[in-house]
Every structure is written in structure tokens, then in C-alpha cells.
């Protein structure tokens, strides 16, 4: 009898570590197909924006992204004789024709400026890269192919400024960052990390924040990007060394992109000895500083590339 229940309580506890372990797969297998649809939500659009075009001339162009098998779309605007040319990079899931990124440039233009607006690649634009946005870890290639693009338009590289929202933001801050002969950035409402604001993001569209490791690892699975890892915090030491100047711009009560961001950023950047500054404006969107502050936006703007690009 005794022998008996012995082996009763040893198959009783073999059929719980049965059952344990089928839940904890059970468990492991609904958490990589949730991370699966938050990385999806992440890095795939639903649908492309309609076609929208500038005011006044414009033409559309394309050219190879840096080092990549595909072409970036843009828009060219000419501007004033003699004037620099700026690279305007949209933020996650926008495009060239984007309302608020078509009124953005033709601003820049009435500035004087050259403007190429690009479609950054698996936005809602033209741009088609590997099929998965990568919050500015691949985007930076389509602005350094820009850069390259402009460069065969006659303009010589200290005639060339980068700037950009959100994601374009980084974007921009990454392509400077490898292209030493970028000398100016203007920031608006850049991220440190893709994997922080993922984290703080995810429970607004309707994600655990614990999901967001689990969706990273499927960007590495699908594209193989470790995207958590070359990011615009981390990037100090290479611009301070290309002498880059860089603009941060934030909104002090962004109700996306916290401002914190570029506060960290700012104050990285100054210890590694970069050329930088933040202007915090006072607003609440994601990215509104344009919006609310206007011509002293635009002023500041112009006065940024004026003192670090090449005029006439």
C-alpha cells in the first residue's frame, strides 16, 4: 500500500509538471504572437497616403538610398540662387504628402532654401525598402542617399542641411553621425532610443510594455536590424568628431515624444563636446513647434543653416 502511494504522488507530480510546462509554452507562444502584432503595428503601414503634390514648381525625383538595392522618392523645390539645400525627413508612418510635411517645405522654400522632401522607405509614400519601417536605424540611408543625390546637383556638401520630425529627426541625426561632411541638423522631437519610446508608447495602442523585447526580437528575426542598438543617444562621440552642428527642438509637454528625450540628448551630445542646443517651446503635440511658434520657428531655422552652411 504504502509502495502504492508512493507511485500515485510520483505520477501526480510528473502530471504537474506536465501540465506546467505546457501552460508556460502555452504562455511563451501567446507572447511572441502578441510581440508579433506590436512589431507588425510598429514597422508595417496599412495603407499609402493619396498623392499630394507642392505649391508652385516642383519636381519628383528618385535616387539610390545609400548602400541599399532600392530608390527613394522626393520632391525637389528650387529655390533662391546661391542659397543652401535642405533634406526634410517626415515622422513614423508619414510621407512627402503628408498636409502638415507639404505646408512644412513650402515654408523652408519661402525661407529661400533648396528643398528635397523625401518618402522615407516602408512609409506611406513611394519609398520601398525591406517592407518594415526602422525607426531611423535604415532611414538614415535614404538621407545619406539624398545627401549624394544633391551632391550631383552642383551642391558642394557644407551647402547641404539635414532636418527632420520624430523619427525623421533621428533619421537625420543617424545619417550625420556616418557622413562626416554633413555640417548641420535641425531635431524637432527626436527619440533617444527606438526600444524607450516603443516602451512608453505601448500601452497607448493598446500593448503590455512588456511585449516590446518580444516585438524587437522579431524585427531581428524578420530583418535582422538591431534597431535598439545604434541609436541617436549614442551618438555623441561621432558627431563631435565630425563637428556637426545640431539644433534640438521639442515641445515641453509632448503628448508623444516625451521632451525628455531631447533633454537627454542634449545633455549627452554637450558632455561628448557636440555643437548643440535645445529650444523648448511651449506646447503640448506631437511635433507642434512649428505650428505654434511660426515665423520665430522659421527665423530660427533660417538663422541655424545660415550660420553653419554655405550662403552664396
Not at 132 to 148: H, K, N, P, S, T
Not at 197 to 221: C, D, H, K, N, Y
Amino acid at each position: 500500500m504504502q509502495q502504492s502511494a508512493v507511485t500515485s504522488r510520483s505520477k501526480a507530480r510528473r502530471r504537474l509538471l506536465i501540465a506546467l510546462a505546457l501552460i508556460a509554452v502555452a504562455l511563451l507562444i501567446a507572447y511572441f504572437a502578441v510581440a508579433y502584432s506590436a512589431y507588425n503595428f510598429l514597422s508595417v503601414v496599412a495603407s499609402k497616403l493619396p498623392v499630394a503634390t507642392p505649391e508652385g514648381t516642383y519636381e519628383t525625383v528618385s535616387f539610390p538610398a545609400r548602400g541599399q538595392n532600392y530608390n527613394v522618392y522626393a520632391y525637389y523645390l528650387e529655390g533662391k540662387r546661391g542659397m543652401p539645400a535642405i533634406i526634410q525627413a517626415h515622422g513614423w508612418r508619414s510621407s512627402r504628402f503628408e498636409p502638415a510635411v507639404l505646408k512644412r517645405v513650402a515654408k523652408y522654400r519661402s525661407l529661400g532654401y533648396h528643398v528635397l522632401s523625401l518618402d522615407l522607405s516602408d512609409g506611406r509614400g513611394e519609398t520601398v525598402g525591406n517592407g518594415r519601417i526602422a525607426m531611423g536605424y535604415e532611414e538614415r540611408y535614404d538621407v545619406l542617399g539624398a545627401f549624394d543625390y544633391l551632391l550631383t546637383r552642383g551642391f558642394a556638401p557644407d551647402q547641404i542641411g539635414l532636418a527632420g520630425e520624430s523619427m525623421g529627426a533621428v533619421s537625420v541625426i543617424l545619417a550625420a553621425a556616418q557622413e562626416p561632411r554633413i555640417r548641420a541638423v535641425w531635431a524637432d522631437s527626436p527619440f533617444t532610443r527606438s526600444d524607450s519610446v516603443a516602451s512608453e508608447q505601448a500601452e497607448t495602442f493598446g500593448f503590455p510594455r512588456i511585449i516590446v523585447p518580444g516585438g524587437m526580437l522579431w524585427g531581428v528575426i524578420i530583418t535582422g536590424n538591431r534597431i535598439w542598438e545604434d541609436s541617436a543617444l549614442e551618438q555623441g562621440a561621432r558627431l563631435a568628431e565630425n563637428k556637426t552642428a545640431i539644433q534640438l527642438v521639442h515641445c515641453d509637454q509632448d503628448n508623444f515624444v516625451f521632451h525628455r528625450h531631447s533633454q537627454e540628448l542634449f545633455e549627452a551630445y554637450r558632455a561628448a563636446g557636440v555643437n548643440v542646443d535645445l529650444w523648448t517651446t511651449r506646447c503640448d503635440k506631437h511635433p507642434q513647434s512649428l505650428e505654434v511658434e511660426g515665423e520665430r520657428y522659421l527665423a530660427r531655422l533660417d538663422a541655424f543653416f545660415r550660420k553653419h552652411l554655405r550662403v552664396g
